[in-house]
Nanobody, 126 residues
Framework: QVQLVESGGGLVQVGGSLKLSCAAS????????MGWFRQAPGKEQEFVAA????????YYADSVKGRFTISRDSAKNTMYLQMNSLKPEDTAVYYC???????????????????WGQGTQVTVSS
């Protein structure tokens, strides 16, 4: 089992930045891939970014590529999402997710993640 807790969300103006954190507990942090997803009001949950167990491989949705950066710090058992040049369409609840132990490859597929955080709200005002 793993528990995930997101933090860092809030209200920011267009063009601003936020850094989300996802603290993991419950098992070894380094042997599974993780990702970020988001859900805007009235829309389905969508993939944002994913990172492999080592942090060596990362993937991004086209809509955030070049603006968002995913990273992880094994010493702190924490994954991050640095969000720059924020747009109103980035407004959503952001969720972190983790794959099962041993599933080290990053993936965009929501159904390949087994553990989820409770979400943190990001609101970008124009």
């Amino acid at each position: 089992q793993v528990q995930l807790v997101e933090s860092g969300g809030g209200l920011v103006q267009v063009g601003g930045s936020l850094k989300l954190s996802c603290a993991a507990s419950g098992r070894t942090f380094s042997n599974y891939a993780m990702g970020w997803f988001r859900q805007a009001p009235g829309k389905e949950q969508e993939f944002v970014a994913a990172i492999s167990w080592s942090g060596g491989s990362t993937y991004y949705a086209d809509s955030v590529k070049g603006r968002f950066t995913i990273s992880r710090d094994s010493a702190k058992n924490t994954m991050y999402l640095q969000m720059n040049s924020l747009k109103p369409e980035d407004t959503a609840v952001y969720y972190c997710a983790a794959r099962r132990s041993g599933e080290t490859i990053a993936t965009r597929r929501r159904n390949e993640y087994d553990y989820w955080g409770q979400g943190t709200q990001v609101t970008v005002s124009s």
